[in-house]
């Protein structure tokens, strides 16, 4: 891969974007005679036009070496120690050492020890794991996510094809898609994410190995599996991420049930127009609501939608929980959501019954859900007209009209 070197005039990245901490640590690290350069998402987002989320930092220099310079530092990691520098409460700024991709049958190194971040622990530091800029490029994951940035040039250091990428919108792995995904299955999990949240599309040959290698995911620690689904739940473009999660295999390697239930479901397009409605006018970052709108395919399942709610918890939200690593008190949450919809659905609660159901603070969410259900006209107009009155009237206790007993239009 041939290198490309933007100058300051080919890109928008200005300096004032970049965290001030993320500067004053990489300047400290000139100082004292290492190269640093900005890297990964931050140096994506910034080309994209987009807030970045974090500063990552690479450098020459040894974790030893940056321990030395920064007092406030802590160096983590098992294998590769990298160094989380503290500016201030709230901000920790990642700082790594360029490093190679060793070689697995050499050094018994496994991805999933790069991921094992206990503090304290002492680790074996290969020496030959440290690298050229260029070896730490190529070990990344996707070359959207293998860009340097130089303060000291403003310039954008491209060894991986990834301003092409930017460029074209495509997230393609570096290197051997079969490889990379073999190495760590979780990238599979990340080329999704970044479809997501960039509205990028998947290049061809990462898209086909994923296809090939979905199954692999099992062999992915847990809690790497769920960072990456919560994340999805976060980025509020659900109908690209379930659509993808669904066509690779992935979605039923890890929640058959789920998997099974969307490709059942009695009103496809309703859930697809809940989808982009929810990805329109939801809110981003509410990763419980984004549960409870994955949920709704339940409801939108005819006779699962009607089962009791310990049925529906023990058959479907315990397993979808467990694999999205969602707390029971969220998990509780969007249970009552559930119970809700099914006394708005199929239910035809009178009086006191009624005045509860109103009343409950979780009511206020569920009703929010009705309301897609009914926009994406997966709901009768009467009975949506009905509970709308009921909910906008909710202070007066007069209400003796029986709710319609029409629920789901497809069901
Ligand atoms: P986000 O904006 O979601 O944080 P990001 O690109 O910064 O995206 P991180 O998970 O914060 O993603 O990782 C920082 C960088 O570390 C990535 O940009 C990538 O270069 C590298 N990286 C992260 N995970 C992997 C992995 N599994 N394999 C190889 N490189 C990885
Ligand atoms: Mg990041």
């Known amino acids: 891969m041939e290198q490309r070197i933007l100058s300051r005039s080919q890109h928008p990245i200005s300096r004032k974007a970049i965290d001030r901490a993320a500067l004053n640590i990489i300047y400290r690290l000139y100082n004292a005679g290492h190269t640093a350069y900005l890297v990964g998402g931050g140096v994506r987002d910034m080309l994209l036009g987009r807030p970045p989320k974090d500063f990552d930092i690479a450098t020459s220099a040894r974790p030893a070496q940056i321990r030395l310079l920064f007092p406030n530092c802590r160096l983590i990691g098992r294998r590769f120690r990298l160094a989380h520098i503290y500016c201030g409460a709230q901000k920790v700024i990642e700082v790594s050492t360029f490093r190679r991709w060793p070689d697995p049958e050499l050094t018994a190194y496994t991805c999933e020890d790069d991921f094992q971040l206990e503090e304290g622990e002492e680790g074996i530091i290969l020496d030959n794991t440290f690298g050229s800029p260029q070896d730490d490029a190529r070990r990344r994951d996707f070359t959207v996510n293998g860009l340097y940035y130089d303060v000291g040039s403003y310039s954008v250091l491209d060894y991986v094809g990834g301003t092409h990428d930017i460029e074209h919108r495509l997230v393609r792995t570096i290197g051997d898609p079969d490889v990379r995904f073999r190495e760590d299955p979780v990238r599979m999990l990340r080329a999704i994410k970044f479809c997501a949240k960039l509205h990028f599309e998947m290049e061809e040959a990462t898209w086909r190995a994923i296809r090939r290698h979905h199954a692999d995911i099992a062999q992915s620690s847990l809690p790497r599996v769920q960072e990456e689904l919560q994340r999805l739940l976060e980025l509020g473009n659900l109908r690209v991420s379930l659509r993808l999660l669904l066509e690779s295999g992935l979605l039923r ?159």
Request: with cysteine; charged share 30%.
């Open 253 to 411: 390697d890890l929640v058959p049930n789920l998997d099974r239930n969307l490709n059942h479901l009695h009103d496809q397009e309703a859930f697809e127009s809940l989808l982009d409605l929810y990805d329109q006018e939801g809110v981003p970052s509410d990763r419980t609501f984004s549960f409870a709108v994955l949920v709704l395919s339940l409801i939108l399942d005819g006779d699962r939608g009607r089962s009791s709610r310990r049925h529906l918890a023990r058959d479907f939200l315990e397993p979808l929980s467990d694999c999205f690593g969602i707390c029971r008190r969220t998990q509780e949450e969007v249970a009552r959501y559930l119970s809700d919809l099914q006394q708005l659905l199929y239910g035809a609660p009178k009086g006191r019954e009624r005045g509860e159901l109103l009343a409950r603070p979780s009511f206020i969410n569920s009703f929010k859900l009705y309301q897609m259900l009914a926009q994406v006209g997966a709901v009768s107009a009467d009975q949506y007209a009905y509970w709308r009155e009921c909910w906008e009237n909710r202070e007066e206790s007069s209400w003796s009209r029986p709710a319609p007993k029409k629920a789901l239009k497809s069901a």
